[in-house]
């Protein structure tokens, strides 16, 4: 009796976990594979095939913009880190007390705006008509207003900003664990700035930075505004085409083919940063 | 009184009033921003009892919401002429109008009659006219001199100080300008895959004239407004409301012809409340009505006597963009034959993707 109530009650609490799994992640991922592999002439007729994915392949703007967005994607996965890992680490090592906590704060309020209201922050401090422009104008330093916006550079540094809370919390959580005494061990026994670096506190945090990487990267890969609207006419970005493919052309057979291949090929991705880095995915999740 | 007939009761008055709620009429209209202002939809509701539930799309997002539900969950659409029968032979989405409950008497005969030949499909009409206007040049100042056609917007002079669409209008503007004529070809495949080419070619090549692609109406009205752009190729409403702001900024008819479009009504085909839409259609078309349309929106209707009504500096700011000949140059968009905004649709890839 007592074992049947155990396992029922173990089945409640469950449900809404295998439910939304099953109704929000896994039966729209069948869906959309199914689609992918449909050739449509009319709302009447359908056929199946692979010409969406062969699609991919023929034309080069569909996978010169999944590299594109790819090796951005990792740009932007080791620039979050440079700039995260020192300040993870004074949260999680030099700040005490009260600085701690606000320093978390800090980098946690961006994130009570919306990604599409941090994203027109940015286009206000960064367009031609914007702060910086007039203020580097002000100080003399330029002739006429300068245009910082709309290229590159620009979609890099929205997203290394909307990234890097999520580098920076599972940095803190694992450096927190590191014994300060290691540390000190590491410069008594003469080792400098650079080799406690390397051999101490990288091979701790490894965990962390692992999981931080994937999160950010896979965030990155998939972010849709910040790379539209602050990359303008170069803003090519691989989500784009996905939404351009369902919203605009109406071609679903086509978004949903590119949205297959992203979720494969990211994976892929991620799975060959784990076998670089000799981590497996249960010791960064765990 | 228990606790549990008190929840009963309780439980009663809710449902009372969720049926209440259910029972209210409601028409849900799926339109363009401007088309259903608040004082309309506040006459309309005060007159007839119904409520009217807006939801603010384009052509593109029109068709996707329609299709994904097999053309529920809107009473009322407004694609444009040229976008109904194609996507109707492919998703099937629209149901025919019943032209006898429509007053086609309070509608210009002109427009009904191109609406009607332009979305009719195996004996059924699929479409009235509603909001027409135009898509042209909006020049702000120095830029007017050297911008009179699209292709202008490639010029040295203008170089960095451009936007425009990166959708299916600036082709065809474009292709009009370029001394070609798209709408002819729409029934050649081949021969429109090659016009195509000419202004993939001439679209890459003007890349690096352009400041950034616009997408939404705010986002170049304030690039126009800071002077970060100075050319655009946009709507004639657009060009109107930034008019009147500021004198210098105006839009213009290209040489090449601006392109004319009309927004109808269209009967979504598993709609709920029909007879709704048809009072929400002969509603708007009464002029002064009409008016307020043309008044929140910038665009004019397709009925009859509204312009008497109309706002005196809209009119003027009109007739400053459009002379007689300006007006029998307008290129009036014919329907889209199925398959070729898939075509476009790697072009436009292709130019987006090119450096």
């Known amino acids: 009796m007592n074992r049947t109530a155990g396992k029922l009650s173990l089945l409640l609490l469950l449900t809404p976990f295998v439910l939304w799994i099953v109704l929000l992640v896994l039966l729209p991922h069948v869906q959309m594979l199914r689609i992918s592999f449909q050739v449509r002439e009319s709302w009447d007729s359908l056929d199946w095939g692979v010409t969406q994915y062969s699609n991919f392949f023929a034309e080069s703007y569909y996978w010169r913009t999944f590299i594109r967005t790819g090796v951005m994607s990792l740009l932007t996965t080791a620039l979050t880190l440079v700039i995260g890992f020192p300040i993870a680490w004074y949260i999680a090592k030099l700040a005490r007390g009260r600085a701690r906590g606000l320093l978390f704060l800090a980098c946690l309020i961006p994130f009570w705006a919306s990604e599409l209201v941090r994203t027109y922050g940015w286009m206000i401090l960064l367009r031609e008509s914007g702060l910086f422009s007039s203020w580097l104008q002000a100080l003399g330093w330029v002739d006429g207003p300068v245009e910082f916006l709309y290229n590159d550079v620009a979609v890099i540094v929205g997203l290394v900003y909307n990234a890097l809370l999520f580098m920076v919390v599972p940095l803190v959580t694992t450096l927190d664990g590191l014994d300060d005494n290691l540390v000190e061990a590491g410069y008594d026994l003469g080792g400098n700035h650079w080799h406690v670096l390397r051999d101490i506190v990288v091979p701790w945090a490894m965990p962390g930075i692992v999981s931080g990487c994937i999160v950010v990267f896979m965030l990155t890969l998939g972010s849709y505004l910040t790379p539209t609207l602050m990359g303008g006419k170069d803003s090519a970005w691989f989500t784009q085409q996905i939404f351009t493919q369902f919203i605009t052309r109406f071609n679903w057979e086509q978004g949903a083919a590119l949205g297959v291949l992203l979720l494969v090929l990211s994976s892929l991705l991620v799975w060959l940063g784990l076998r670089l880095t000799g981590q497996n995915l249960r010791k960064v999740l765990g | ?355």
């Open chain 2, 1 to 355: 009184m228990t606790a549990f007939t008190r929840f009963a009761l309780a439980a009663g008055v809710v449902a009372t009033v969720a049926t209440g709620a259910v029972q209210a009429e409601e028409l849900r209209l799926l339109t363009w921003g401007g088309y259903a202002p608040d004082a309309v939809v506040a006459q309309f509701e005060k007159e007839t009892g119904i409520d009217v539930q807006v939801t603010l799309s384009n052509n593109e997002d029109m068709i996707s919401k329609l299709r994904a539900t097999g053309g529920a969950g809107f009473d009322l659409a407004q694609p444009s002429q040229d976008r109904i029968i194609g996507v109707q032979r492919q998703f099937n989405i629209y149901q025919p109008l019943d032209m006898s409950r429509i007053d086609t008497g309070l509608i210009q005969t002109s427009m009904l009659n191109a609406t009607r030949e332009s979305t009719s499909m195996n004996g059924g009409q699929y479409g009235v006219p509603a909001v027409w206007g135009t898509s042209g040049l909006i020049v702000a100042g120095p830029a007017a001199n050297v911008v009179t056609d699209y292709t202008d917007l490639c010029a040295d002079a203008v170089a960095g100080r451009v936007s425009y669409r990166l959708k299916r209008p600036t082709l065809i503007g474009f292709a009009f300008a370029m001394g070609e004529d798209p709408f002819a070809a729409y029934d050649n495949e081949g021969e429109y895959r090659a016009i195509l080419e000419k202004v993939e070619a001439a679209l890459i090549e003007c890349k690096a004239n352009v400041k950034t692609y616009w997408s939404g109406g705010d986002e170049l009205l304030a690039l126009l407004r800071t002077g970060e752009v100075t050319a655009a190729m946009a709507w004639d409403a657009g060009g109107w409301t930034l008019h009147a702001e500021n004198p210098s900024i105006n839009f213009v008819a290209p040489e090449s012809g601006a392109l004319g479009w009309i927004d109808t009504f269209a009967l979504p085909r598993r709609a709920e409340n029909v007879d709704a839409a048809y009072q929400w259609i002969n509603f708007v078309n009464r002029p002064e009505i009409a008016a307020q349309i043309t008044n929140q929106s910038g665009n004019f209707t397709a009925a009859v006597g509204a312009d008497a009504f109309v706002r005196a500096e809209l009119r003027d700011a009109y007739r400053v963009s459009f002379n007689q000949e300006a007006l029998d140059n307008i290129n009036w968009y014919p329907p889209v034959p199925p398959g070729l905004e898939a075509l476009e649709g790697q072009v436009l890839d292709r130019i987006q993707a090119a450096n």
